[in-house]
Structure formats: C-alpha cells, structure tokens
C-alpha cells in the first residue's frame, strides 16, 4: 500500500509544495517555474505508476496481520 501511496502522489505533492513556496519565497527568479515543468513529468508518471500498481496489489496474497486484525 505504501507503493501505491507513493506512486499516486507523495511525490507530486511534494514539488507542488515546492513550486509554491518558491512562488511566494522568491517571486522574480523563476524557480517556481522550472517545479511546475518538474511537476508535469511527475503527474505522467504517476500516473502510469499508479496503472501499473492496480495490477500488482490485485494479485498480491493479503497480508497475514491485515487479515488477522479483520477477523478473517
């Protein structure tokens, strides 16, 4: 579940933050700038990550100590 976590976001959040405070920080250089170029390259692959991890959770066996705490 981390994985997916990562995957669909964690990262793109991160250079959003960024791109924000660098917006606010120091609004006449453009660093914000190159973030959001960043950021759209992030959103791309997060995407395709986030395909490809719905593949990979569905097969994987659940694990003993979630199943435990379910009552399963």
């Given at each position: 579940?981390?994985?997916?976590i990562l995957a669909t976001g964690m990262i793109t959040?991160?250079?959003a933050l960024l791109a924000g405070i660098t917006f606010y920080a120091a609004p006449?250089?453009?660093v914000w700038l190159a973030l959001c170029v960043l950021e759209a390259g992030?959103?791309?692959n997060s995407l395709?990550?986030?395909l490809n991890a719905r593949v990979w959770i569905s097969h994987r066996p659940p694990d003993s100590e979630?199943?435990?705490s379910a009552g399963t």
């Open positions: 579940m981390v994985v997916y959040s991160i250079i006449n250089t453009f992030l959103y791309a395709l990550a986030a979630l199943a435990d």
